[in-house]
């Protein structure tokens, strides 16, 4: 549940909202680029996009034609900031969602022990 609520909040938010529009645009356009100028699939391009501008490289698949490598240099110019910076704001809002919650956690436990003590007084 708590997966749920940071998601909705993160796509709440305009700024994430435009980070995560660019990197599915920037994703776009690799897939594209690669399947037009490699003849790859669509699929086999995405996921090309995706492990060449998240660093992990694989080494399963390597442009062939001199298009796509001189479009290989400079989408991972271009792209590779972008993509870490997306995962890493993504990360950074589920911290702090994460110590949102437990904070408000620890309030509701501070006031019903506030309460409590309050009522074992007024007993006394």
Do not use: C
């Amino acid at each position: 549940m708590f997966f749920f609520k940071t998601i909705i909040s993160f796509l709440q938010d305009d700024e994430y909202r435009d980070l995560l529009i660019t990197s599915i645009v920037i994703l776009m356009i690799g897939t594209l680029t690669y399947h037009y100028l490699e003849g790859w699939s669509v699929i086999d391009s995405l996921y090309f996009s995706v492990v060449t501008l998240t660093t992990i490289g694989y080494g399963d698949f390597s442009p062939q034609t001199d298009a796509g490598k001189i479009f290989t240099i400079l989408y991972i110019v271009i792209g590779i900031g972008m993509i870490l910076s997306f995962i890493n704001t993504v990360q950074h809002h589920y911290t702090f969602m994460r110590h949102k919650e437990k904070r408000q956690i620890l309030e509701n436990k501070k006031m019903k022990f506030h309460k409590l003590k309050r009522k074992n007084k007024k007993e006394e």
